[in-house]
């Protein structure tokens, strides 16, 4: 039985990076994945998660997403890649009062970050393919961007292999013991490997291994839909930001156009409650059309042939922060879960604080806010 010391199980987003940052820092992993690279049934796969730093969700992310910024530029010298991060400036849009805009100007203003404010007619001007409402407002901030998720995910996990990191693929971990002399795992065909510490990263199947401390997570199914504008030039990268704005009908968010892959838009506060294992992947055309008419409203230009539709998971809490911490009765178990539709952009500084608690330090970031006690 092969001896460890870490085990990360999910090689997705976030188990990829801290898989990369335990091998980092010389420590022998062992990581564990049901699916083969590059699948499509967790959380982690198209082209693009957004990044941004005016954080409206709460100011208390703003440290963190630095983090992680610096080491999205470290993974990209690390590995000779430089497009794994791109930055296109960012608008968020609402009214003023929205959670969208608040939110950004708090997250603004508390840690100085650059930003501009625009009326309704001013958005027009500087971005010609949005149209806002009469009563909206725009932020803008110029270092949000996306990162591409199946390149960085491939990127790190290679690293991780090449500094020593053992990852295995098509294999179901289906249970995990703990002991003061440290963590046993089985996979489905009865296989035991132990380690100094185990991380859990599995996503949407995250409740699954950590049944017993009954953590109140929720599974959204999620669609996005990829359009053809009608008015390219407006919405290619250079021309078009990011964008997420509060409007009657939800919470939106979306990308510039990119050759080959279209405009991407979707809804980030409503989705069907299910699981990782039940989700329903296909894509109703009244999905498409009703993501359709609403970009019509507020991008009118962009709102041309639906070029492909996908879902994937959101893993709700019910605050909809994090959860990164250790297990609290179990100090060599480590949990990464419930990011709610908006970790991606976070991957390598989770994977780093991750991969912190698993060899018994105490997180470099801020993270306190994150932990499980504010469940009970």
């Not at 996990?157 to 053992?166: D, P």
């Not at 919405?235 to 009908?249: H, S």
């Amino acid at each position: 039985m092969a001896s460890f010391d870490v085990i990360v199980v999910g090689l997705g987003g976030i188990g990829s990076a801290t898989a990369y940052y335990l091998a980092r820092q010389g420590q022998r992993v062992l990581g564990l994945d049901m699916y083969q690279p590059g699948h499509t049934f967790g959380s982690s796969h198209g082209h693009h998660r957004i990044i941004r730093e005016a954080y409206f969700e709460d100011p208390n992310y703003v440290p963190f997403v630095q983090r992680a910024y610096t080491l999205w530029e470290e993974l990209e010298a690390d590995t000779g890649q430089d497009d794994l991060l791109t930055i296109t400036g960012g608008l968020m849009f609402g009214r003023r009062d929205s959670d969208v805009v608040s939110g950004a100007l708090t997250s603004g203003r508390l840690h100085g970050l650059p930003y501009e404010e625009f009326s309704t007619r001013e958005t027009s001007r500087q971005f010609p393919g949005f149209q806002l409402a009469e009563d909206m407002v725009a932020v803008y901030e110029p270092r949000s961007g996306f990162v591409a998720p199946e390149l960085a995910i491939a990127a790190q996990s290679q690293r991780a292999a090449e500094l020593g990191a053992e990852l295995q693929y098509g294999v179901e971990v289906t249970g995990w013991t703990s002991a003061a002399a440290g963590v046993t795992v089985t996979t489905a065909d009865g296989t035991t490997h132990s380690a100094g510490a185990l991380v859990v990263t599995t996503g949407p199947w995250a409740a699954e291994l950590l049944a017993d401390l009954q953590i109140p997570l929720e599974v959204w199914r999620i669609v996005n839909s990829y359009f053809e504008p009608l008015e390219p030039q407006h919405y290619a990268v250079g021309n078009c930001p990011i964008y997420l704005f509060d409007a009657p009908e939800g919470t939106f968010y979306g990308f510039p156009h990119l050759d080959g892959v279209g405009l991407k838009i979707g809804r980030h506060d409503s989705g069907a409650v299910t699981t990782a294992r039940e989700i329903d992947r296909r894509v109703d055309p009244a999905e498409e059309t009703y993501l359709l008419d609403v970009l019509g409203k507020y991008l009118p230009g962009a709102a041309g042939t639906v070029l492909q539709s996908i879902t994937c998971m959101y893993t709700m809490t019910p605050d909809e922060h994090f959860v990164i911490d250790r297990h609290p009765e179990h100090a060599n178990v480590v949990l990464g879960c419930g990011f709610s539709g908006h970790g991606y952009k976070f991957a390598p500084a989770i994977g780093e604080a991750l991969g912190e608690l698993a060899t018994g330090n105490a997180p470099s970031q801020p993270i306190a806010f994150l932990g499980l006690d504010r469940f009970g």
